[in-house]
């Protein structure tokens, strides 16, 4: 999913979400917050974003904390 001004946002098997800059293709943020991998994201205004996961677990993201 793509967020703000040129901003990746994936989330992994690995359990993490993973903030991508697309100008430089780096992984500039991991942030880890499931216990199993993570299967959707969404975008709930311009600052919070939720992640569901494998674990049954619902997280929300406040977007202005990284």
């Given at each position: 999913m793509?967020?703000?001004?040129?901003?990746l946002v994936?989330?992994?098997?690995?359990?993490?979400?993973?903030?991508?800059?697309?100008k430089?293709?780096?992984v500039?943020?991991?942030?880890?917050?499931?216990?199993?991998?993570?299967?959707?994201?969404?975008?709930?205004?311009?600052?919070?974003?939720?992640?569901?996961?494998?674990?049954?677990?619902?997280?929300t993201?406040?977007?202005?904390n990284?």
């Amino acid at each position: 999913m793509i967020v703000g001004s040129g901003m990746l946002v994936a989330g992994t098997e690995d359990y993490k979400l993973k903030f991508v800059d697309l100008k430089s293709n780096k992984v500039v943020k991991t942030v880890t917050g499931h216990a199993d991998a993570i299967s959707c994201l969404t975008m709930l205004n311009a600052n919070l974003m939720i992640s569901g996961g494998h674990d049954g677990s619902v997280r929300t993201w406040d977007l202005r904390n990284f």
